[in-house]
């Protein structure tokens, strides 16, 4: 089974700033995908981002983007330019060759102000 | 478009009475899935469905819950009896095919007393 950690509960951020929310993950696989999730306060989840593990290039979504390094297991979220209506709780989430999707246990961000 | 849509959006019962959530998908998504949040955890998979077949519910505590999806479409998870620590919030998720992204309703909140 894979396991998703992500080892910082909590962020804060000064509006306009940058935040990087890290995220590892332990597998056996050489094929697999990686995502971002949100999920702001009382409301669903969204897909923020995706990878997948056999492009070396690494995501953007606008202001979010994706460091993944595959060797070191290790995919992480930067957020530029932070808004208010980023703060949310961001998980990190892995899908095996079985489509099971595995997330870690998430990341509380704050944009202050 | 309509999106993942749950009912109740909030549900409280005292132990041992049975509770049922009702989850519809996104029209034309296949793929439904049904996972427990805990608070401020990462959702863990209970059940994931392809069409009317329960495909991977190795998580899925059977002795008490249960979980159809007749003709396809429309899903129910129940839960019978119920105990204080089945107090969560409960998703329900659908892709267009396992290999897709997942859009998530808003969830249903269960309070055991």
């Known amino acids: 089974a894979q396991t998703v950690t992500q080892s910082q509960p909590e962020m804060s951020v000064q509006e306009a700033e940058t935040v990087t929310l890290s995220c590892t993950y332990d597998t056996s696989e050489n094929n697999y995908y990686l995502f971002w999730y949100k999920q702001p306060p009382s409301r669903q989840m969204i897909l923020v981002i995706r990878q997948e593990a056999y492009k070396q290039q690494n995501a953007t979504e606008n202001r979010f983007s994706v460091n993944f390094q595959k060797a070191a297991k290790s995919f992480s979220l930067k957020i530029s330019d932070s808004q208010l209506g980023d703060t949310a709780m961001y998980f990190c989430a892995y899908r095996s060759n079985d489509y099971k999707l595995s997330f870690g246990a998430g990341t509380t961000v704050t944009v202050r102000a | 478009e309509a999106g993942v849509v749950q009912s109740p959006r909030y549900k409280i019962i005292e132990k041992k009475q049975p509770v049922a959530f009702w989850c519809n998908p996104i029209?034309?998504?296949?793929?439904l899935y049904w996972y427990l949040q805990n608070l401020g955890q990462g959702p863990e998979l209970l059940i994931r469905?392809?069409?009317?077949?329960?495909?991977?519910d190795s998580q899925l505590p059977k002795d008490r819950f249960s979980a159809e999806r007749l003709k396809g479409v429309d899903s129910t998870l129940k839960i019978q009896p119920a105990e204080l620590g089945d107090s969560a919030v409960y998703l329900c998720?659908?892709?267009?095919?396992?290999?897709?992204?997942?859009?998530f309703g808003e969830g249903s909140r269960l309070t055991v007393l």
């Open positions: 029209s034309g998504h296949n793929t």
């Open positions: 469905y392809e069409n009317e077949e329960a495909v991977d």
């Open positions: 998720a659908s892709s267009p095919a396992p290999t897709g992204e997942l859009f």
